[in-house]
Every structure is written in structure tokens, then in C-alpha cells.
């Protein structure tokens, strides 16, 4: 990643929480009082940050790094602000402390009567509610949206609290840059303006319960290669109805007309539903996203793939056969989960510096000791993994074990929640 | 990681909030001599006699304060608030530096002053 590329999203992040707390900074306040204003101002810049880092656009995304980077950054800063939040409070208690224990509970007490003080209540439990709620793995990804966007609301509420208590100046463009950022969002990501209008022309069942899917662009395609992946949403066609959600999928391949394809795995409701997807339905696809294959540098390759992980590396296979000594591996639980296996062994067998390896794990974990090439024959190697989180965990660790450094190990999550 | 740091920081405020609200409950500082004090109606005339640094009282929204006790620890320099010892204020409590109101927090600490009502214009 470029130097600047790397130090866009700090400058960002110095800029939000920056000007703010510059703009506000208490001049001869008691010390908790000018904490707590601090923590106020600083958690608010870092909301504002993370509402911005909720933005998908393509050449936004690639400017801070990637979206995988900004989701990454999304969660940390929105923890952090969480935190901040919750001290503000507390520290201008502690400044109450000082004159009477009384002072410092009537200060912060949702029952003083003081709207001010119950907005700044509201916001922070629409954040502590909408926090909790994104903890929850288990929810289906509709209902998770839905109550993570009460964390939306909670940083409107905060901001009018900022108004009640009389910061017009602050309150106002706090609350305007927020409510400019979220409709943003809405109408360019979560209503699809962004995205283009695709068709499905075909699926094809390429192992248990994963498809793949072939898609020809409307009007304008988007201007992706093969590994980086798109966020698409499929709904009607003859008898199908899909779920009308964006989900992140990667392009396994791009045809001669622009047409792309995507391997789709059942992974939740939305994605069971679409194994039974038909030609004629409609899509929207926004994108690309994605740097995980993109400019490989021109030394030997480790690719290591689990399950539907799979996918950028046949795109990038069907694109061009590998120019640098490649050694992919391939780990599946069964035969019935392999999806590409022989198109795998096809391609190999006309790519002589493609080294393929595939193995059925079962349902444990992949022994690594045998399967990975030992320290020496991965000198000067660039690895990449691309599977669930645990196998990307196991496998990185590994690679480190045996002398790869950090910045040589790259992989994908696809975990936007 | 990021799911633990939410859970153990969230328990950790509800108890601090849960132990302040409770410290606040149990504390019962309010003398008898203020309370009293509360029901005083107290006229602009006698204000004015109250307008020195050491002996500063000031009527804000309707109320009196005696502020001699809290003026030297006021954020301001003197030169911005002594003048309006001896004196309704209540403007200039309400539009203070950048025109803003003061905090609920300043609202809060100026309820321990209040040493009656000011007397309503004959």
C-alpha cells in the first residue's frame, strides 16, 4: 500500500477528533469539568469519522486502503467513541464530586428535568443499545441492520444535545455534517443509487449449496478484475423474489461483454435463498472493492484458499495463467464442498509454474506442518489466504512460525457486520 | 476482544452511575438555615447593598444568590463578573462568552447559592 494511502485514514481521524476539541478546548475550567468537555468533543469528532467510513464509494474506498481496511477501522473507532462517550459523563460527575457527592449525581441525573441532560442520556443508550445489538452474531442480517442503525440515531441525538445545551455553532455543523453523511449512505448504499443494473443470465451449481452466477451488465458495467469483489443485491425474476440486500461477492471470473460471475455460498437466509436463483432476475452491483489480488509483485506466490475462499484465485486463474512460480492450496472439508476442482486440475496442467495442492480437511483443523512449505522454500515468498476467519488465523500464524514476516501475509475477512 | 472491552466498560459505568446515584440518595447535606433561607423574598433595594467581591449576592431568573463563597473559584476574570454584583443578571448569566447559556452543570452548582426570591416590582 502507498505511503499516503497508509496515512490517509490517521490524517482523517487527526483532522475529526482534532478541530473539534481545538475549537472547544475549556479555557480555566476545573480540571474534570475541561476533561469531561474534552472526552464530549473528542468522542463526538471520532462519531463523525466513523459515520464517513460507513460511505462505500470506489474511489473513496481505494484512496483509504481498501474496504476491508475502512470496516476494520469502522469498528475500532466506533469502539473507541463508544468509550470516550461513556467517560464524558462520568468525568463532569467528577468535577461535581469536588463541591458535594449531591452536585456530582444532580450533574449528570436523567431525573434533574434538564432536556439537555436527557438527550445526552438518549443518544448514549441508542448507542449502547445499537453496540450490544452489533455484537449479536447470531441475528439474521436484516434484523442486525435494522438495530445497528439505531447507532445512526444515537449520534443524532447526541449532536441535539450538543444544541440544547446552547453550542450552536458546533451542534449545528456536527449535526448537519451527520445527517449529510448518513443520508449519503442511505440513498448511495443501502437504497442501491450507486450501484449499476445487472441481469442473470445463468447459475450453475458448483458444489454443496454454493453457486455460481453469471451476470450481464444493463448499462454501464463496473470497471473490476477478476479477485476484487462487488456488493450485490438480486430481486425479482420469472419466480424468484430475492432478499434485496447487498452482499459482498467475489468475481470469479469477467467475460468478453462485461459480463461478471460470482460464487455465492450459503452462508445465511439471503444467500440460501439465492441457490435457487434463476436467468431473467434482476441485480444491482456496486463496486469493485477489494485490493487482495490486485498488482502481484513479481516474486514466488503462496496462495492458500479454504472452501468458497477459493473464488479470487480461479478468477484470477481464468484471467491469465500465473507468470511468477505459484503454489496454490486448495483446503475443502469434502469432495462435495470442492467447488472448481477440476477446472483447478485443467488449469494447472497448462500453467507449468502453477504448483496446485488440494486436500479434504473434514471437520478439523488442516494439518499446516505438512501442508505448508517449510521456512527455506518460502524465503522471499508473498502469501496469500483467503477462507473463514479461523483458517486465515491458523494459517497466518503459521507463515509467521516459520519466518514469513506480517507484511508479507495478506488476506480478505468479508466481514462487513 | 472488542465484544469483551464493550460488555466490561458498559458494567463498569452502570456501577459508577448506580454508585453516584446511590452516594447521592444516602447524602444529606441540606442544613436547615438554607432551607429556611429558600422562602426569603429578598427586594432590589436590598440587593444593591450586596455588591462588593467579598459580599456579592445576584438575581438570576428570579431568584437570589449569595455568590461571595464561589467568586474566586469562577472560570471568568473578575472584571467580567463583578459588576453585576448587586445587580438582576440574569442576561448576562444566560449569554455568556460566544453567547452561549451557562451548563446544566453551572445550573446545578448555582442552586447551592440561592438564598431567596427576588421581590417582584411594586
Known amino acids: ?54 460511505v462505500r464509494e470506489v474511489r473513496l474506498a481505494s484512496s483509504l486502503g481498501g474496504l476491508e481496511r475502512i470496516t476494520a477501522w469502522h469498528h475500532q473507532t466506533g469502539m473507541a467513541a463508544y468509550l470516550l462517550l461513556l467517560l464524558h459523563p462520568l468525568a463532569l460527575a467528577a468535577a461535581g464530586w469536588a463541591e458535594s457527592p449531591e452536585l456530582a449525581w444532580e450533574v449528570i441525573s436523567p431525573l434533574s428535568g434538564n432536556l439537555a441532560v436527557w438527550l445526552g442520556w438518549g443518544g448514549l443508550i441508542f448507542l449502547m443499545l445499537g453496540l450490544a445489538a452489533t455484537f449479536m452474531s447470531r441475528l439474521t442480517y436484516g434484523v442486525w441492520r435494522w438495530l445497528h442503525s439505531l447507532l445512526g440515531g444515537g449520534v443524532l441525538i447526541g449532536f441535539v444535545h450538543v444544541l440544547q445545551l446552547g453550542i450552536s455553532a458546533g ?56 479477485g476484487q469483489f462487488v456488493l450485490t443485491a438480486f430481486f425479482r425474476g420469472p419466480s424468484y423474489r430475492g432478499c434485496g440486500e447487498f452482499h459482498p461477492f467475489t468475481i470469479s471470473g469477467i467475460g468478453l461483454e462485461h ?70 492450496i486448495y483446503l475443502y472439508r469434502g469432495e462435495q464442498d470442492a ?38 522454500a518460502l524465503a522471499n ?27 508479507r501475509i495478506h488476506f480478505e475477512h468479508f466481514d462487513f457486520r | 476482544m472488542t465484544r469483551t472491552l464493550y460488555m466490561v466498560s458498559t458494567t463498569l459505568f452502570w456501577l459508577v452511575v448506580f454508585g453516584l446515584g446511590m452516594t447521592a ?73 460566544k453567547g452561549r447559556p451557562h451548563s446544566p452543570y453551572a445550573d446545578e452548582l448555582l442552586a447551592k447559592y440561592r438564598i431567596g426570591t427576588l421581590a417582584k416590582a411594586p
Open chain 1, 1 to 54: 500500500m502507498s505511503r499516503l494511502r497508509t496515512l490517509s485514514l490517521p490524517t482523517l481521524l487527526l483532522l475529526f477528533v482534532g478541530v473539534p476539541v481545538f475549537w472547544a478546548f475549556p479555557d480555566a475550567l476545573p480540571f474534570w469539568r475541561a476533561v469531561g468537555i474534552i472526552l464530549g468533543w473528542a468522542g463526538a469528532g471520532l462519531l463523525l469519522f466513523n459515520l464517513l467510513l460507513m
Open chain 1, 171 to 226: 451542534g449545528l455543523l456536527a449535526l448537519a455534517t451527520a445527517v449529510l453523511i448518513l443520508l449519503w449512505r442511505l440513498l448511495r448504499v443501502d437504497l442501491g443509487t450507486a450501484a449499476k443494473p445487472y441481469i442473470v443470465t445463468s447459475v450453475r451449481s458448483v458444489a454443496q449449496s454454493m453457486v455460481e452466477i453469471s451476470l450481464k451488465p444493463l448499462a454501464m458495467p463496473v470497471d473490476a478484475v477478476p
Open chain 1, 259 to 328: 459480463e461478471l460471475r460470482i460464487g455465492v455460498k450459503a452462508l445465511g437466509d439471503c444467500t440460501r435463498r439465492m441457490q435457487s436463483l434463476e436467468p431473467g432476475v434482476s441485480a444491482r452491483v456496486h463496486g469493485p472493492f477489494g485490493e487482495f489480488l490486485k498488482d502481484l509483485p513479481s516474486r514466488p506466490l503462496l496462495w492458500v484458499a479454504g472452501g468458497i475462499g477459493i473464488t479470487p484465485f480461479i478468477g484470477c486463474l481464468r484471467q491469465q495463467s500465473v507468470a511468477t512460480p505459484t503454489t496454490l
Open chain 1, 339 to 376: 467447488a472448481y476442482l477440476d477446472e483447478l486440475a485443467a488449469l494447472s496442467k497448462h500453467s507449468p509454474k502453477l504448483a496446485l495442492q488440494t486436500e479434504a480437511t473434514g471437520t478439523g483443523p488442516p494439518n499446516l506442518s505438512r501442508l505448508l512449505p517449510d521456512a527455506g
Open chain 1, 381 to 407: 515468498h508473498e502469501c496469500y489466504v483467503c477462507g473463514p476467519p479461523g483458517l486465515i488465523k491458523l494459517v497466518s500464524r503459521a507463515l509467521i512460525d516459520r519466518g514469513v514476516s506480517i507484511e
Open chain 2, 25 to 97: 440518595v444516602l447524602w444529606s447535606p441540606v442544613e436547615q438555615g438554607d432551607a429556611q433561607a429558600q422562602g426569603k423574598t429578598i427586594t432590589l433595594v436590598e440587593l444593591a447593598k450586596h455588591a462588593a467581591p467579598g459580599n456579592c449576592w445576584m438575581a438570576i431568573r428570579g431568584s437570589v444568590y449569595d455568590l461571595s463563597g464561589y467568586l474566586p473559584g469562577h472560570p471568568s476574570p473578575p472584571d467580567i463578573v463583578l459588576p453585576w454584583c448587586g445587580k438582576e443578571a440574569t442576561e448576562a448569566y444566560d449569554t455568556k462568552t
